[in-house]
């Protein structure tokens, strides 16, 4: 069979370079929020693993999502009250000798061009220069807290700046948090943000479908976690969005189950968690489906369930509504099922959702919200009150069941099941848009796929 859906906007390759201007737009709308504050950003460490090998580095999103540079030491300036350096840049120079070891560098010359900057820097100079463009600011906008050794770097560029301050009379007196204000943008997608994510989504659902194309009792969790991420890889996905979950028959229970270390059993279900990360963008899929290419009648009952509290808050998505009545909606359906089933028993649905006692084999929320981040950033609740969902945002549905082998109540056909199916979902205007049904979630339709090719 055929991997990708031709319908799929599915891309063959890395995600070109978004154009400056998607940049620029965020920075000039972040500068009206900031009211006249400057904001300094810096991007994210380098970090080493087994002594001196390379993590493969991945950017600070914040930074990212500001200025689209992708390198390592790299420091950025938004200075509202100065024309010529409204977007500064410090960056590291070109090294020959140290990219002929890692590779090219953009350098402080092409940065400019790059990345429409005003000015750019040698990364060795920002102290200094940092201190004099945030000078005559009132307010400082920055993150504090994420990292010390640059918390202590940007207080002294702080003081650095106030030490003129007794003579000029400017420099900045207050430091704001950016954190929450970059929280409020990013929680609403861009259209160039939205169709990455459609990318990443479509190459997360082919990689699901090709593991289970290829799933079959006997084969290694690990095979299957190759399979999809060769197929994430294939497809100029940066690599797995976060740690695969390759969980089979009892694994499935364990909720971030990621050892993937064992071979599937006879008559197992699988649970595949996993998603890619294309362009910075990310998806987030589970499904869960029998390694034989038939579901048990005990599995498929619970399948069935899961199956239908997740179109139940799909359903609720829509404009207007409070993102607590996604997972009410997930809940309401989970435990009503959980009743008939006699997997609570001697409770009303209502007893077991008011007593929380549902929780034994429902213990996470149904939703996160998804962007450069998996668990992207944003509020759920403001002051005790549930976040409405606007359109623009973009959250998981992922509701599940998890019984583990010794819950001595449940009948004995569900022991040892774990079940979630999981959606990336865009609000629109007028409802939702599931960004990740490339990939099937109807049991027939499961059926027929796993083990096909
Ligand atoms: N997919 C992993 C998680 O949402 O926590
Ligand atoms: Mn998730």
Known sequence: MSIPDANDPIPAGPAAPAPVE???????????????????????????????????????????YLTGVEEP????????HDAAHRFTLFMRPRDPDRERWNGPRIGVEAAMETYGADAVYPIGDVDERAAELIAPADRLLYA?????ALDTRVLEILSRARRARARSGAGPTTLVDLDSLL???????????IERMRCAAAIGAAGHRAAMARARPGIGEWE??????????????????FASIVGSGENATFLHYTQNDSVVPEDALVLIDAGAEWG??????????????RFT?????????VLQAENAAIEAVRPGVGITAVHDAAVGMLVAGMVRLGILQDVSAEEAIESGSYRRFYMHQTSHWLGLDVHDVGLYRRNGTPITLEPGMVLTIEPGIYISRDSETVPAAYRGIGIRIEDDV???DYGREILTRGVPVDPDEVERLVGAG
């Open 73 to 80: 030491e790299a420091f950025a300036v938004l200075t509202p």
């Open 144 to 148: 504090l807290g994420a990292d010390p």
């Open 297 to 305: 009648a005990p599995q498929r009952e619970l399948y069935e369930l």
């Open 224 to 241: 299957l976690e190759a399979i999809l991420e060769g197929t994430f890889r294939s497809h100029g996905a940066a690599g797995p969005a």
């Open 183 to 193: 929280a409020e943008m990013r929680k609403i997608k861009d259209p160039h943000e």
């Open 426 to 428: 865009l609000v629109t």
């Open 280 to 293: 910075m963008y990310c998806s987030d899929i589970t499904r869960t489906f029998p390694a034989s290419g």
């Open 22 to 64: 998607v940049f620029r737009a965020r920075r000039e709308r972040l500068l009206e929020l900031a009211g006249g504050a400057v904001v300094l950003l810096a991007s994210n460490p380098e970090l080493f693993r087994s002594r001196d090998t390379e993590v493969p580095y991945r950017q600070n999103t914040d930074f990212y």
